[in-house]
């Protein structure tokens, strides 16, 4: 094949992906860029959650208390989130399993609690809200048992949509920095198409190959067994109704075990009869209570697989403020490209339909 014949097949590759997933793509890639600071976006959309009085922190059993209070008969306590610096105190419960069990996690319900005064300033559904829905069309596109894979999918036809559209962005005569010229083309939004795509063509490939990798981790791990199906059946692990040891009596374990401000606690349950408390700071340290014995054993923080370097790196968790913008503008640029890809089409169907009336009007003369 000649260069100019794989120049048009790739570009009836590139043309062909992007108008069959632009409806797809656009809510895919705005959602993910929102997503990059979805906490700051939590304050915006629900700000009462964050209107505290004071930093000070009291008796944690007080924290239970008033979140059991402001919660139904059936909920049991699973996690207790104190704050770092100016925030709310969060109780995180799960409902006691009724009738048939269901196959995900099942829904939390978070209370966000006053620090100084126990008072309740919110209560809400993990299922529920703005940012709850993002995070579903961004994972799964709404769609049930098959959108994660549709999503999936959706990635690698973008990293075939990179390859090929920097291959057409590359100029055809002359040096490849002719490509950076703003006026290729007469049109603006041909020249936004061949400049933002240019630009955004790498972090796209990027954020596309960790899409993919989270969607089918069994695949780009080697047919190995994923590491989220143990985390998954941890998720649906009940919390005990009546633990052996109190909350105070494992927060006083884990303190001996291993100095430092306490950052969470989390209920033995069913599955594991033990208390974890984390420890506040970026290292993750956790201590291990047994709910039995009252044994505590400190852990050294958890070694980061590929799989959560894969997610790290998708969702911009702990990699600065360069990069989560990188991903914010990856997510808004397809965007742009979708819309300026399908009017570029457009126009050109239509002075290739007058060029063939032309044409055959000139025939019939």
Same mark, same amino acid.
């Given at each position: 094949?000649?260069?100019?014949?794989?120049?048009?097949?790739?570009?009836?590759?590139?043309?062909?992906?992007?108008?069959?997933?632009?409806?797809?793509?656009?809510?895919?890639?705005?959602?993910?860029?929102?997503?990059?600071?979805?906490?700051?976006?939590?304050?915006?959309?629900?700000?009462? !959650?964050?209107?505290?009085?004071?930093?000070?922190?009291?008796?944690?059993?007080?924290?239970?208390?008033? &979140?059991?209070?402001?919660?139904?008969?059936?909920?049991?306590?699973?996690?207790?989130?104190?704050?770092?610096?100016?925030?709310?105190?969060?109780?995180?419960?799960?409902?006691?399993?009724?009738?048939?069990?269901?196959?995900?996690?099942?829904?939390?319900?978070?209370?966000?609690?006053?620090?100084?005064?126990?008072?309740?300033?919110?209560?809400?559904?993990?299922?529920?809200?703005?940012? !709850?829905?993002?995070?579903?069309?961004?994972?799964?596109?709404?769609?049930?048992?098959?959108?994660?894979?549709?999503?999936?999918?959706?990635?690698?036809?973008?990293?075939?949509?990179?390859?090929?559209?920097?291959?057409?962005?590359?100029?055809?005569?002359?040096?490849?920095?002719?490509?950076?010229?703003?006026?290729?083309?007469?049109?603006?939004?041909?020249?936004?198409?061949?400049?933002?795509?240019?630009?955004?063509?790498?972090?796209?490939?990027?954020?596309?190959?960790?899409?993919?990798?989270?969607?089918?981790?069994?695949?780009?791990?080697?047919?190995?067994?994923?590491?989220?199906?143990?985390?998954?059946?941890?998720? !649906?692990?009940?919390?005990?109704?009546?633990?052996?040891?109190?909350?105070?009596?494992?927060?006083?374990?884990?303190?001996?075990?291993?100095?430092?401000?306490?950052?969470?606690?989390?209920?033995?349950?069913?599955?594991?009869?033990?208390?974890?408390?984390?420890?506040?700071?970026?290292?993750?340290?956790?201590?291990?209570?047994?709910?039995?014995?009252?044994?505590?054993?400190?852990?050294?923080?958890?070694?980061?697989?590929?799989? !959560?370097?894969?997610?790290?790196?998708?969702?911009?968790?702990?990699?600065?403020?360069?990069?989560?913008?990188?991903?914010?503008?990856?997510?808004?640029?397809?965007?742009?490209?979708?819309?300026?890809?399908?009017?570029?089409?457009?126009?050109?169907?239509?002075?290739?339909?007058?060029? &063939?009336?032309?044409?055959?009007?000139?025939?019939?003369?």
């Amino acid at each position: 094949m000649t260069k100019i014949g794989m120049r048009k097949a790739w570009f009836q590759v590139h043309k062909w992906i992007g108008l069959s997933l632009a409806i797809l793509i656009i809510p895919l890639c705005v959602t993910g860029a929102a997503l990059v600071w979805d906490e700051a976006l939590d304050h915006s959309l629900n700000p009462q !959650r964050y209107a505290v009085s004071g930093q000070q922190t009291i008796d944690p059993q007080l924290y239970v208390q008033a &979140a059991k209070a402001a919660l139904g008969p059936d909920d049991r306590i699973s996690t207790l989130t104190l704050p770092e610096g100016d925030g709310p105190v969060i109780v995180a419960t799960i409902p006691a399993a009724k009738g048939k069990p269901q196959a995900g996690p099942p829904s939390r319900t978070n209370v966000w609690l006053d620090p100084p005064t126990t008072r309740v300033l919110d209560k809400a559904s993990s299922a529920s809200g703005a940012i !709850r829905v993002m995070h579903q069309i961004h994972g799964t596109m709404l769609i049930p048992v098959w959108g994660r894979s549709i999503v999936g999918w959706i990635g690698v036809a973008m990293l075939f949509s990179c390859f090929t559209g920097l291959w057409l962005w590359w100029p055809t005569v002359g040096k490849w920095v002719r490509g950076l010229r703003w006026r290729r083309h007469r049109n603006l939004d041909t020249n936004l198409h061949h400049l933002f795509g240019f630009w955004i063509a790498l972090p796209l490939f990027v954020l596309s190959l960790t899409g993919a990798w989270i969607s089918f981790p069994a695949f780009f791990g080697g047919g190995q067994r994923a590491p989220g199906a143990d985390r998954a059946a941890m998720a !649906r692990a009940k919390p005990l109704a009546a633990p052996a040891i109190t909350l105070d009596s494992a927060m006083a374990a884990a303190q001996l075990a291993s100095p430092g401000d306490i950052k969470s606690v989390g209920w033995p349950t069913d599955l594991k009869a033990e208390w974890t408390v984390t420890l506040a700071g970026g290292a993750g340290r956790q201590v291990k209570i047994d709910d039995v014995t009252g044994a505590a054993k400190a852990s050294p923080p958890p070694k980061e697989d590929t799989a !959560r370097l894969m997610r790290r790196i998708h969702d911009g968790t702990r990699m600065g403020f360069v990069w989560q913008l990188i991903i914010f503008l990856g997510g808004m640029l397809p965007a742009i490209l979708g819309v300026t890809g399908v009017i570029m089409w457009w126009r050109a169907r239509s002075w290739k339909a007058e060029l &063939a009336a032309k044409q055959k009007a000139r025939a019939a003369t």
